[in-house]
């Protein structure tokens, strides 16, 4: 059973940078990507970021892409997004999950999830 934990939301000005961790800890086998959602209020939830597990691979939303970075520490196990050029449209819970069917598919397999971390930019 893999535990999962983000930190680093807070509130931010547009155009203004923020870095959410996600550290992983117990055992995620099964699993084969480390992903980044957001759900705002009234919206589905998105998926915006993955790292496939064990590779360099990479992929974004198109929401995102040129201004998130998602990355790893492997030697800690902590994946991190790194959000520049935020916008007011950002604003939304931020969950970290493993996921079993990459990238962003939470409905087969094993899936596991963070609690969340709330990231506010305000115009």
């Known amino acids: 059973q893999a535990h999962l934990e983000e930190s680093g939301g807070g509130s931010v000005q547009a155009g203004g940078s923020r870095t959410l961790s996600c550290t992983v800890s117990?055992?995620?086998?099964?699993?084969?990507?480390m992903s980044w959602f957001r759900q705002a209020p009234g919206k589905e939830r998105e998926g915006v970021a993955a790292?496939?597990?064990?590779?360099?691979?990479?992929t974004y939303a198109d929401s995102v892409k040129g201004r998130f970075t998602i990355s790893q520490d492997p030697g800690k196990n902590i994946f991190y997004l790194q959000m520049n050029s935020l916008k007011p449209e950002d604003t939304a819970t931020y969950y970290c999950a493993a996921v079993a069917l990459c990238p962003f598919h939470t409905n087969v397999g094993r899936v596991y999830w963070g609690q969340g971390t709330q990231v506010t930019v305000s115009s």
């Open positions: 117990g055992n995620s086998a099964g699993t084969n990507c």
């Open positions: 790292w496939y597990v064990g590779t360099t691979v990479t």
